[in-house]
T-cell receptor, first 115, second 116 residues
Framework: AQSVTQLDSHVSVSEGTPVLLRCNYS??????LFWYVQHPNKGLQLLLK??????LVKGINGFEAEFKKSETSFHLTKPSAHMSDAAEYFC?????????????FGKGTKLSVIP | DADVTQTPRNRITKTGKRIMLECSQT?????MYWYRQDPGLGLRLIYY???????NKGEISDGYSVSRQAQAKFSLSLESAIPNQTALYFC???????????????FGPGTRLTVL
């Protein structure tokens, strides 16, 4: 069994300030983790993925996430928010290996960026 | 051109009508998926297909059916639409990524369906 909890449904930051979107997971298996972003009226785009290689994962558009097994967390960060980052972000967990088509999505965090 | 396309992009229909949502992909992936997204609930899996002859129910398949007409095409049908099927529907495809065995999924732009 696996589950994802995104701790904030809505985060608001000022442009140029750091972004932190929090995600905790639960998985019976060694997990793989993803962050997807959904801009208004768009499909989902993969930001980054953790697949047991390096615990600090770098993604597109300056985003990073750190896998912390002891805390069962995979928080998404960015040093400086840009207006174009305003979107909804989904944390996703899946078992590694044969079961890895079974994506479990968090409920999403909507990021607002204030000019 | 987009790798994963969905038609229509928007649809308004009435209760009891039959509706088909279509998905096509040019990525050459074997695996295809249908999800629905409801506000505050994330995405939930409706059906998935590992190849043309392999179709499986997902978490919320009741009220839906699918057809995998070819490797590149995967259709979702609502035989008799009801208002609580109003949602945003996404198609996705996947293949194995690298040596990790991780099936990264690629999503279409979505179909917004409203059932009155």
């Amino acid at each position: 069994a696996q589950s994802v909890t995104q701790l904030d449904s809505h985060v608001s930051v000022s442009e140029g300030t750091p972004v932190l979107l929090r995600c905790n997971y639960s998985s019976s298996y060694s997990p793989s983790l993803f962050w997807y972003v959904q801009h208004p009226n768009k499909g989902l785009q993969l930001l980054l993925k953790y697949t047991s290689a390096a615990t600090l994962v770098k993604g597109i558009n300056g985003f990073e996430a750190e896998f912390k097994k002891s805390e069962t967390s995979f928080h998404l960060t960015k040093p400086s928010a840009h207006m174009s980052d305003a979107a909804e972000y989904f944390c996703v967990v899946t078992p590694s290996g044969a079961g890895s088509y079974q994506l479990t999505f968090g409920k999403g965090t909507k990021l607002s960026v204030i000019p | 051109d987009a790798d994963v396309t969905q038609t229509p992009r928007n649809r308004i229909t009435k209760t009891g009508k039959r509706i088909m949502l279509e998905c096509s992909q040019t990525k050459g992936h074997d695996r295809m998926y249908w999800y629905r997204q409801d506000p505050g609930l994330g995405l939930r899996l409706i059906y998935y297909s590992f190849d043309v002859k392999d179709i499986n129910k997902g978490e919320i398949s009741d009220g839906y059916s699918v057809s995998r007409q070819a490797q590149a095409k995967f259709s979702l049908s609502l035989e008799s639409a009801i208002p609580n099927q109003t949602a945003l529907y996404f198609c996705a495809t996947s293949e194995v990524t690298g040596t990790s065995g991780i099936y990264e999924q690629f999503f279409g732009p979505g179909t917004r369906l409203t059932v009155l």
